[in-house]
């Protein structure tokens, strides 16, 4: 109950052994072992005493080849039967228990020719309380499921696409739905495959990462190692001397785009609730028609046609507040071309009156809203392309501002963001500089006046700018997309109006805005951008610590130009928008649950030692899951303690037969402490390393097997 094992005891067992594994076959309540290797077309039967020692094999016809094994009670008559893999044949065979231990004649089911049959495992796919298969299907690059019946018998296999060459499984529950899931690995890929299951027998494939790594995997086991109540994996690769463990995470996936029309060239969007009825809609500036679109949500993610309305000329850029106090949401657009802003007042029905105008400075280019007087009435601030400055407009409360007031930037203002970087509870402004490759800060009084700007720099030609807290600190931080070098530029804010310098990160090709959101629903925020130059938008999913994992991509319509997030189906789950500004359309991302692996660490058994099979299992009763390791290459059984946070300790060695294959772990001796068994290839052999409750283990006992054992497994 420590941990540790006693030296193995070793059994004769047959030929090649390539599988091991455990089970009461004759309902004793003693645990027993079944392993079989490819060379003889046998299995062996060790029943066990019930104190760690076992009875000389008993052997059992299979079909050729037989290379995997998995136990269950397929005909719910309470006793174990067995299922054994065939490549040769492309089938799997069910040999059904009856009297006293022995399995009767086997019932074989086809996996499909060419097929190559790699792997079996067993569990309920489909709840409906009777075992399933699932093979692996090392020669058609797919996995096949078999629903049971429930009297020994299977359907035809349903099959799922994998990577090149799938070679063996593992089940877990990767988004903790209390269903099965599988993680495939893929010798010929290269990578891990993921399907989340639906508890109906159906599986969908995960668009995972998958990219490939650098060894081929040849293995996979499933363990909650940081009892976050999430499986991960852990993966053994060809002849390599580490194992890696992969964590399971939600990777921010989005559905293929839904497309809308617009009028000409929509520039700018922005989503919110225009006629209050909980759903969300979308507002589009449409540059060359001098207009703004509005489409109204159904909550489905589905939208009305878009009603229009007139604005300034050339209108670039909008924002949404209720600026009257009706409860009613408003639109503010700046227009380029005549120096103005438009004011749009709602009615909260999706209507809009007709817009008044307010005067700017030179060619105003984006606009945002914000209190910055402390009188309850929103404001607006809009940056002036043409003279360098912003100018903002104090708003009465009742829908109309006053005269601007202006304030210096940097060269060429072309985006803005409002927060508080300062935390003295009033409002400042951030201005993205694109002809000097800065970001201007103007900490605000509190009164709508403003102090002189502080300048950052940020990469080549910035084009937009947004805030988020990326590092959890409960401060303001700075995100810039990068038109000029296509990326962008992350500034931490230290709370106190000042920014670290810029750490940049890959966007796609010329970003044109940028938006944050949470989009895995890991409580840090994530951002997205738009890439005008290659028509996509990018998802970077954010650490939590100001750091962000590399870009994903997805493709839009023709030059997209900008983007807004929101819940627009209702799933609690945020959407992206964009407009893209030469099909005159708005694209439509739907965010949904995609569940990857993260890349966590690795643990290193012995240098030449080739980890070829693996196990989790309690071996010190600290309530901690550990692993057993068995290492092909030096004739040994690793050990590594868990710490319970996904570490683990340096392995422990014992000594096992000569080339073992598989591995399994059960209680033989009755002593409520775990032991391992093992499948030895070279030797024809099965060992068992009795545990002393406290991670270690005794010598090993050996036991004859059949000829070439390849697996092993175990069960009452």
Sequence with gaps: GNGSFANQTTYPSGRDLNYVAVGDF?????????????????????????????????????????????????????????????????????????????????????????????????????????????????????????????????????????????????????????????????????????????????????????????????????????????????????????????????????????????????????????????????????????????????GNSSFANHNTYSTGSQPRSLAVGDFDNDTRLDIVVANTNNNTVSVLLGYGNGSFANHNTYSTGSQPYSVAVGDFDNDTRLDIVVTNWGDNTVSVLLGYGDGSFTNHNTYSTGSQPWSLAVGDFNNDTRLDIVVANENDNTVSVLLGYGNGSFANQTKYLTGSFPFFVTVGDFNNDTRVDIVVANWGDSTVSILLGYGDGSFAKQSTYPAGLTPSSVAVGDFNNDTRQDIVVSNNGDRTVSVLLGYGDGSFASQTTYSTGSEPWSLAVGDLDNDNRPDIVVTNSVDNTVSIFLGYLNKGFQYQTTLITDNGSVPRSFVVGDFNNDTRLDIAVANFGDNTASVLLGYGDGSFANQTTYSAGFLPQSVAVGDFNNDTRLDIAVANFGDNTASVLLGYGNGSFANQNIYSTGTYPTSVAVGD
Excluded: C, W
């Design 26 to 298: 004759d309902n004793d309540t003693r645990l027993d072992i079944v392993v079989g290797g490819p060379s003889d077309n046998t299995l062996s039967i060790l029943h066990g005493y019930g104190n760690g020692s076992f009875a000389k094999r008993i052997t059992y016809s299979t079909l050729d080849d037989p290379y995997s094994v998995a136990v269950g009670d397929f005909n719910n008559d309470t006793r174990l039967d067995v299922v054994v893999a065939s490549p040769a044949d492309n089938t799997v065979s069910v040999l059904l228990h009856y009297n006293k231990g022995s399995l009767g004649n086997e019932i074989t089911f086809a996996s499909g020719g060419g097929s190559s049959l790699r792997y079996v495992a067993v569990d309920d796919f489909n709840n409906d309380t009777i075992l399933d298969l699932v093979v692996v299907n090392y020669g058609t690059n797919d996995i096949g499921v078999l629903l049971a019946n429930g009297n020994g018998s299977f359907l035809e296999q349903k099959t799922f696409p994998t990577g090149s060459n799938p070679y063996s499984l593992a089940i877990g529950d990767f988004n903790k739905d209390g269903q099965h899931d599988f993680a495939v690995a893929n010798y010929g890929s290269k990578n891990i495959d993921m399907f989340i299951g639906n508890g109906k027998g159906t599986f969908t494939r995960q668009l995972t990462d998958r990219s490939s790594l650098i060894f081929a995997p040849v293995i996979v086991t499933t363990g909650d190692f940081n009892n976050d109540e999430q499986s991960e994996i852990l993966v053994a690769y060809d002849n390599t001397d580490n194992i890696d463990i992969f964590v399971t995470f939600d990777t921010g996936a989005f559905r293929n785009q839904l497309t809308y029309s617009t009028d000409s060239e929509p520039y700018s969007v922005a989503v919110d609730d225009f006629n209050n009825d909980t759903r969300l809609d979308i507002v589009v500036t449409n540059f060359h028609s001098n207009t703004i679109s509005v489409l109204l949500g159904y």
